[in-house]
């Protein structure tokens, strides 16, 4: 201040009277403001809490709306039917029920709805397991040098864009898989019920068994970190009375340390689960993208109803009577519905566990 | 420890402005460079200018505009080379160019969400019935080729829609099929199953690939599947399904047996890729390769029954000598803009990119191995853009 | 009389196996977490810097070739944005659902419905978030492929995520502060705001990063709302596309030339290094936090 007022070589200025009563009159303001802090506090709260809400409402008025001519047209159809055909866009318009569609055009979804339960439940079979032996590795077995640049490199994980996943599943994962594991899969597996769903043809790398694969990778940081933190969080006095009990790691870890936790390794499996069903851009890569494939085994081309949204909604435009994105509409409102189930389920599953088991080591 | 976080936070703050800041002189600067190197280095390039006699398309000078552009993945490359040369003659206006597919650079034009639109395919009878006022104004010609990946085959396969139809079909599966040895004498098929490659999402490339095949087998194709930006594709046991054409070339280029249909503009990679493609049979019977002689045969073909809406499909026409996949790419543009100012500039954008001298030469199409459009084609497009208020 | 059990050998040596099988299983599950990662890590930095550019970072995509920089500064705008709608709302909900919701013992009360809400709102596909982004604000109200539309999506994507991490590090808070600062005489709001949320700012800030770090990671709510373009952000909320750094990724990588791989490849070397900068400086304010803590 002083430097620059020598530097310029003018008079010191007078006192800014009237940029005083300004301040002293903003104080004013926001010293009533702060008066009232308690009431801003809970009105901004309450608005910002109703945001999800009124976000969540937004989007199935938005998508219902859009979806109304394919769920009055299609019916249950749309559920059931497992063809998604788009008609002659290009040929002649008729009229179903008032609605506006391309002739031959009917959309059944089965596929979609199948391919991404199939996807997200080996997604999530794979990444339960794997989360946990992951987060007790974090948390019990390594000494905190290692595991804290390993959390980290988990935190990575999730943090990878699923772009870049989508990329490498596509290029690297998927020709590796096809030609060095499925095969040796395939070949062994006896031709036996269940295990023959596991049987030839291969396919290139595309498929369920991929894209479950890589969606469990993108579900495991998630699921890891979530339960690492879960773990962290035991405290360690039943953990020692376990093993002064004589228990080895493996049984503390089953009978104390686990139900401890129970509750929130659901809600962690649910966000995983959560992830898994919605996950786009990786899935529209690496699954084959496929409309009406049912997989008739475990390496084939399929695909999902997040997938098929991204790819089909710009061919969907080219249908002039909107059936097209309609019916992409509702296969919408169904995904958004499938998540809502299983965000209710973990409810009901989490309350259970709650109301039945007793935090710690049930015995027997 | 109050403190300390605080500091971080007012670092952060003043790091944030500092970017901004940062953000908004590079923005200027750029800008300006951008405006003082074209004068110089165009001055051969403004003598070609205004006017271009020969073919009578007169491109208006613009009013300073920023104008967006969003559509067609194939036309995509081609707005990328064609937004820069224009702007270094017109440093007035600014285009904004986006790939996002045929169907949303319709319906973008149509809403008026951006102003220029691109498409492989044109409208549809139910498209034009929902937006009486988009034009569908011809660009340039694209082709499409066959590519297959067979290790040892050298020579170019031959293929009709009736073979390519059954391929897809699920009916024709390996590589030495009857059919296929019938018309292919002296080539060695190997006995390999054959892979179908179509495109998961939808595109101008399913439009006339599908398109091809419905007018080869009319009762068949034609009848069961027909055409479209996306079909009901038959399903066949180890089909795959790619993402855009680059999904194509790599999907093919690891799978041994492939058949895949590749915009041109890929060509190079797919031949990169130690890929090849095929003869195709066109209309009146002959097997003929994506020559640049055939295409204009093709093209020249269908310039007198071109309507003066852009209307029509290039495939499969009855010259001898013509490659029977190729097609019109359309700029789709709403006749009613928002201001007069706008529509001069999208006037001048589209003429600069149809005039042979500019756009159409092949100094920016063979970037993406299209061909100019047909001297009577370019007048029908000025015609169309003179719609554009 | 008191007999020691003879040991049953055959059960010691079955806790063995399992207390071995359990010690090698999850370290096998940690390399095949840890594995993959660096899997694609390396796969990105190898493919990437081979023909990296330093002048990427500062020139405009032109074409499908060019620099990254419309790219890094319209992620770096987005971000921005969600920082402040998301960052506001997510914060403001956060403290809601911790302190000031009113507590009841009814299995259906607002609050438990609020909560939930947000449960499933982060369970919500981001591809349903850009579909209505792009129906409702895109098209419908005409902002076109702009700043704002993009900011709002990404914004619902995170705000419960934000809102959660609030909630979490608000719970960790010890009632003996709040009691402390009521026995002081503080109003709520007052004690919230100097006692409360200032011990839970490392949480909150944490959060923050993360979800700044998910959102710039996005690409399926983003193509239909942010649009693409080759300059640089305008200072315009609506009508003006902006470009953000997936979009090469995703766009580039299929495309015909190699100028065009080269860009994606660096684009996602790009996008890793923000994320992990992210990362990293979420770390750091938890680890000082701890050594505060400690002392």
């Known amino acids: ?119 997200s439940i080996i997604a999530v079979v794979l990444a339960v397991p794997i989360s946990l032996g992951a987060a007790f590795a974090l948390t019990e077995r390594l000494p905190g040098w290692l595991s804290r640049p390993l959390a980290f490199a988990v935190e990575i ?127 529209a890569m690496i699954s084959g993208a496929a409309l009406n494939t049912i997989s008739p085994n475990i390496f084939g081309t399929m695909g999902t109803i997040a997938a098929a949204i991204v790819t089909q909604l710009d061919s969907s435009f080219t249908d002039g009577t909107g059936f097209a994105t309609s019916a992409l509409a509702e296969a919408a409102v169904v995904l958004v519905a499938i998540t809502i189930l299983a965000n209710a389920l973990a409810r009901v599953v989490i309350a259970r566990s709650a109301r039945h088991g007793m935090p710690v080591g049930r015995g027997g | 420890m109050a403190r300390n976080i605080r500091g971080t936070w007012i670092a952060a703050a003043f790091l944030a ?27 051969s390039a403004s003598s070609t200018a205004s006017t271009s006699s020969s073919t009578g398309v007169t491109v208006e000078t613009p009013p300073g505009a920023s104008l967006t552009e969003t559509g067609s993945t194939l036309l995509y490359p081609l707005w990328n080379i064609w937004a820069p040369a224009y702007e270094q003659k017109y440093p007035q206006v600014h285009l904004t160019t986006a790939g996002t597919g045929s169907g949303t650079g319709i319906s973008d034009a149509a809403t008026g969400t951006v102003d220029i639109g691109s498409s492989d395919a044109y409208l549809s009878t139910s498209q034009k019935a929902a937006h009486p006022t988009l034009l569908n104004i011809p660009l340039g010609i694209s082709v499409q080729v066959i590519g ?52 998961s999402d939808g595109s101008g490339d399913t439009f006339i690939f599908t398109q091809y095949l ?50 041109i503009s890929y060509l190079s990679q797919l031949l990169g890729d130690g890929l090849y493609y095929g003869e195709l049979m066109n209309g009146s019977g002959n097997y003929v390769l994506p020559t640049s002689s055939a295409v204009s045969a093709e093209a020249n073909y269908f310039t007198a029954k071109t309507p003066a809406s852009g209307t029509i499909s290039l495939i499969n ?47 920016y199409l063979s970037q993406v191995s299209f061909q100019p459009l047909p001297p009577k084609v370019v007048a029908q497009s000025v015609k169309q853009i003179a719609q554009i208020k | 009389m008191a007999v020691i059990a003879e040991p049953d050998r055959s059960a010691i040596r079955r806790r063995r196996r399992r207390e071995v099988a359990f010690r090698v299983s ?90 939930s809400a947000t449960d499933v709102l982060a369970g919500v596909p981001s591809i349903t978030l850009g579909f209505v982004g792009y129906l409702a604000l895109v098209l419908a109200l005409h902002w076109g492929y702009s700043l704002l539309p993009a900011i709002l999506v990404l914004s619902v994507m995170v705000v419960p995520y934000i809102a959660k991490s609030t909630e979490s590090a608000l719970r960790q808070v010890p009632t003996s502060y709040r009691e402390g600062a009521e026995a002081l005489g503080m109003r709520q709001g007052y004690a919230l705001r100097k006692v409360v949320l200032r011990s839970a700012i490392p949480g909150v800030a944490t959060g923050l990063l993360i979800a700044l770090a998910i959102s710039s990671g996005e690409t399926a709510p983003l193509l239909y709302t942010a649009g693409f373009t080759n300059t640089l952000p305008k200072v315009a909320l609506i009508h003006h596309p902006v470009a953000y750094l997936t979009y090469p990724v995703w766009t580039f990588y299929d495309y015909p030339t190699p100028a065009a791989h080269y860009l994606a490849y660096d684009a996602a070397l790009v996008l890793l290094v923000l994320v992990l900068v992210l990362l990293v400086a979420a770390r750091l304010i938890v680890a000082r936090t701890q050594r505060h803590a400690d002392r």
Not at chain 1, 73 to 85: C, D, E, P, Y
Not at chain 2, 19 to 30: I, K, Q, R, W
Not at chain 2, 35 to 40: A, I, Q
Not at chain 3, 27 to 36: I, K
Request: glycine residues 12%; charged residues 10%.
């Open chain 2, 148 to 199: 297959y990946n067979l290790p040892g085959v050298t020579a170019h396969v031959k293929f009709n829609g009736k073979i390519l139809a059954q391929i897809y079909e699920g009916k024709i599966t390996t590589w030495n099929d009857p059919a296929l040895k019938a018309i292919n004498p002296g080539v060695t098929l190997p006995s390999i199953p054959i892979v179908p490659l179509h495109r």
């Open chain 1, 157 to 283: 994980l999730a943090g990878i864009p699923s772009v870049i996943i989508g990329l490498w599943g596509v290029l690297t994962l998927g020709p590796f898989l096809a030609q060095d594991v499925y095969p040796v899969i395939a070949d062994h597996m006896p031709d036996v019920p269940v295990l023959s769903y596991f049987r030839n043809p291969v396919g290139h790398g595309e498929g369920l068994l991929t894209t479950g694969l890589v969606l469990g990778l993108m579900i495991i940081p998630i699921i890891t970190a979530t339960t690492r933190d879960l773990f962290l969080q035991v405290p360690p006095l039943p953990k020692e009375g376990g093993l002064a009990l004589g228990m080895t790691d493996a049984e503390v870890a089953r009978r104390v340390t686990l139900p401890w936790v129970r509750s929130g390794i659901i809600g962690a499996t649910v966000l995983g689960l959560g992830r898994a069903l919605g996950e786009t851009m990786a899935v």
């Open chain 2, 317 to 363: 026409g009855p010259v001898p000598t013509g490659y029977p996949i190729i097609n019109y790419e359309y700029a789709i543009v709403n006749t009613q803009q928002s201001s007069a100012s706008t529509a001069k500039a999208i006037r001048s954008i589209l003429e600069w990119a149809i005039t042979p001298q500019n756009g159409n030469s092949n100094k």
């Open chain 1, 1 to 119: 201040m002083a430097i620059l007022g020598g530097a310029t070589g003018a008079a010191p200025p007078a006192p800014p009277v009237k940029a005083m009563r300004r301040a002293s009159v903003a104080r004013r303001i926001a010293a009533a403001g702060w008066a009232h802090e308690s009431r801003i506090w809970k009105i901004g709260g309450w608005v910002a809490a109703s945001v999800p809400l009124g976000s969540l409402v937004f989007i199935l008025v938005v998508l219902g709306h859009k979806a109304w001519p394919s769920v009055v047209v299609n019916g249950t159809h749309f559920f059931t039917g497992s063809a998604w055909k788009p008609g002659s866009t290009y040929g002649t318009t008729v009229h179903t029920h008032g609605f506006a569609h391309p002739a031959g055009s009917s959309y059944g979804a089965w596929p979609l709805i199948a391919g991404t339960l199939q996807t």
């Open chain 3, 26 to 115: 999850t370290l096998v599950t940690l390399a095949l977490v840890v594995g993959p990662a660096a899997w694609i890590l390396l796969g990105v930095v190898l493919r990437a810097l081979p023909h990296w550019r330093w002048s990427v970072l500062v020139t405009p995509t032109q074409g499908a070739a060019g620099g990254l920089s419309n790219a890094i500064l319209g992620t770096l705008a987005l971000m921005a944005g969600v920082l402040v709608v998301a960052g506001t709302l997510g914060i403001l909900a956060g403290v809601f659902l911790a302190e000031l919701a009113p507590v009841t013992g009814r299995r259906w009360s607002v609050t438990g419905i609020l909560r």
């Open chain 2, 17 to 43: 402005a500092g970017l901004v800041a940062a953000a908004c002189g590079s923005a200027s600067t750029t800008s300006t460079a951008a405006k003082s190197t074209p004068k110089s280095s165009t001055s």
């Open chain 2, 214 to 263: 419905s007018k080869q087998t009319p009762s068949g194709w034609g009848t069961n599947v027909k055409f479209g930006t996306s079909v009901t594709w038959p399903s066949v046991s180890g089909a795959l399904a790619e993402q855009g054409n680059g999904g194509m070339v790599t999907g093919c280029k690891k799978t041994t047996g492939c058949i895949a249909y590749v915009g």
